[in-house]
T-cell receptor, first 115, second 110 residues
């Protein structure tokens, strides 16, 4: 597509429920990144995909967080048993190759609110 | 590990004022450096970048110079406009990913 598409744009859930956030990267972009933007915390790296594999998932905060990417395209970030501290904007970005050498294109984000 | 520190915000200025947003970094070697901007309701977008020491990145009247002596990449603009109101993020290219600062919210009043 023309840009990075994320859905849902807004999600309100109750504590303890599972949520899935979806990212549709730019067609042909092999690298895909998930970041979390919390108030006053800046952008926190979560996970990086190259194709369907995740060479770096060091930023996932706990085992309640997981992500997958299929067909070298769409990625899903799943948060199980959500907690209030999971409330944040989850940003997805893609690029032709690794960040740094290639410009990251970001989606508009999925805002998660856990009540 | 790699890290980026930005000046605390929020920053509020009047139109046509001079802008500086400070950014310093800690890294091994000399990574590429970036400024990204997030306008209200939009995704982050690249504003400018510099790939080696003494390089100057520029775009839309904004400039930043890669200073390895002071490990800094301060963002400047000579005359800001209301449309520059946004959140600005400084970043460096770490191992396989970008490392971002905490962001600085800029508001320009007419």
């Amino acid at each position: 597509g023309a840009g990075v598409s994320q859905s849902p744009s807004n999600k309100v859930t109750e504590k303890g429920k599972d949520v899935e956030l979806r990212c549709d990267p730019i067609s042909g972009h092999t690298a895909l990144y998930w970041y979390r933007q919390s108030l006053g915390q800046g952008l926190e790296f979560l996970i990086y995909f190259q194709g369907n594999s995740a060479p770096d998932k060091s930023g996932l905060p706990s085992d309640r967080f997981s992500a997958e990417r299929t067909g070298g395209s769409v990625s899903t970030l799943t948060i199980q048993r959500t907690q209030q501290e999971d409330s944040a904007v989850y940003l997805c970005a893609s690029s032709h190759g690794q960040a740094g050498a290639n410009v990251l294109t970001f989606g508009a984000g999925s805002r998660l609110t856990v009540l | 590990g790699d890290s980026v520190t930005q000046m605390e915000g929020p920053v509020t200025l009047s139109e046509e004022a001079f802008l500086t947003i400070n950014c310093t970094y800690t890294a091994t070697g000399y990574p590429s450096l970036f400024w990204y901007v997030q306008y209200p309701g939009e995704g982050l977008q690249l504003l400018l970048k510099a790939t080696k020491a003494d390089d100057k990145g520029s775009n839309k009247g904004f400039e930043a110079t890669y200073r390895k002596e002071t490990t800094s990449f301060h963002l400047e603009k000579g005359s800001v406009q209301v449309s520059d109101s946004a959140v600005y993020f400084c970043a460096l290219a770490g191992a396989q990913k970008l490392v971002f600062g905490q962001g600085t919210r800029l508001t320009i009043n007419p």
